[in-house]
């Protein structure tokens, strides 16, 4: 959790812009996003599939293709992670900064024990023997609650279940104690139990760790419960962020509105699950003014038309809407 003491700013991303082009195709996949974390803070990106929130995250960890745009600055220890050079890049991801990936499966080494992948890491960054390495392996898997530690160490992928392989991907991604940890959709491909697992174990390492973690999920009944701000994310860009409490009882922006009343709860039983119509736009040919406009049950034609309002509370919290905007003012 964020101690209220602590000022200093683990990540900053400042009008974070990423463009994929390729022959005749211009896809604005993320549109000026910009964020601040503190050490021991969460941030929940949340949103539909496609709607920019891996590609931010591999966006911050230069981890995207030749062919990819990116402009803005996301700082890290002071520095801009974005204007180094592909190599100087490469030593911070493990170190600094880590990535926990959606499918544990394709993301580790089928070829390489989880001994070895975790070791490999710890050597490249921390310049230790092999049995040095090994011995934190063994101290990483034990940390992740992952049972017959030292056996394990000796398993491929695809030994393990579902759960073990997302808590070995934890441990390598923690393996050289980064200050910031991107978690893209860690609970995706897991059932609701080991779902519930996975998310006390990232709270109760991050409270040992005191790591910042930017946390990307569609699901939110997972953002209500890992997060302490919450980034509501659509067609590229922040459409409105808050506290999770100020998103969960009070969110201000249509789409908001729309991802919390579909979603599903002991409370609905024997009800009509509500909705969001239509489907998310192509990025490569976003409409004029507010892009959530044509699915948008309060849609006027001032949403359609030029850069759409920003409204602030007092609190921080924003939302980028026509609708919000009006009332703020009545």
């Given amino acids: ?182 978690a893209d959709e860690p609970t995706t491909a897991l059932d609701v139990t080991v779902q519930i697992q996975i998310l006390l174990l990232l709270r109760q390492l991050q409270e040992e760790l005191g790591m910042a973690i930017v946390f990307v999920t569609h699901d939110v009944g997972v953002a209500a419960e890992i997060s302490d701000r919450i980034a509501v994310m659509y067609a590229g860009r922040f459409v409105e962020t808050g506290t999770t409490r100020e998103i969960m009882r009070d969110a201000r922006h249509p789409y908001t509105q729309g991802l919390l009343s579909s979603t599903v709860h002991g409370g609905l039983r024997g009800k009509v699950l509500e909705t969001i119509p239509g489907t998310p736009p192509n990025l490569a040919s976003l409409p004029p003014g507010c892009a959530f406009a044509p699915r948008c049950r309060y849609a006027m034609d001032r949403c359609s038309e030029g850069d759409i309002p920003v409204v602030t509370r007092e609190s921080g919290a924003m939302a980028r809407c026509v609708k919000a905007a009006m009332l703020e003012t009545t």
Avoid at 5 to 29: I, K, Q
Avoid at 77 to 102: E, Y
């Fill in 1 to 182: 959790m964020l101690d209220a003491t602590v000022t200093e700013d683990a990540l900053r991303v400042e009008d974070l812009t990423v463009r994929f082009v390729r022959r005749n195709t211009d896809v604005a996949a993320v549109n000026g996003c910009a964020f601040s974390l503190k050490p021991g803070e969460t941030l929940t990106i949340l949103g539909e599939s496609g709607s920019g929130k891996s590609v931010t995250l591999k966006a911050m960890m230069g981890l995207l293709p030749d062919y990819s745009r990116i402009s803005g600055k996301v700082m890290l220890n002071g520095d801009d992670i974005l204007s180094m050079p592909r190599a100087a890049q490469a030593k911070l991801r493990g170190r600094a900064i880590s990535m926990i990936f959606q499918e544990p499966m394709s993301a580790l080494d089928p070829v390489y024990t989880i001994g070895h992948q975790i070791s490999e890491t710890i050597i490249q960054h921390e310049g230790v023997d092999k049995v040095t390495a090994w011995k934190r392996s063994l101290e990483l898997l034990e940390q992740v609650r992952i049972p017959s530690a030292e056996r394990r160490l000796k398993n491929f992928p695809h030994e393990m279940s579902g759960g073990m392989r997302q808590r070995a991907m934890i441990a390598l991604a923690l393996a050289c104690r980064p200050n910031v940890l991107l």
